[in-house]
């Protein structure tokens, strides 16, 4: 079962990541390390694959 846009969000939040809002389905989050990203879609939907892997590499990329 694949994840949902809601985990991935916690995910961001646990990491650091802050929600600066955005129009629509879509979340524009902030790390103060200066890594950017963008989330689309409702929580309760399932999280598409290069979501997923992006969320990971963002989330990476603050801890190096």
Known sequence: MPKKIR???RE???AGFVNR???GSHRNFIHVS???LTVS???GD???PYQFK???EKIEETQK
């Open 7 to 9: 985990e991935l969000i």
């Open 54 to 56: 992006l969320v990971r």
């Open 41 to 43: 879609g409702q929580p």
């Open 12 to 14: 961001l939040e646990m």
């Open 34 to 36: 200066g890594v950017v």
């Open 21 to 23: 809002g955005g129009k």
């Open 46 to 48: 399932d999280a598409k």
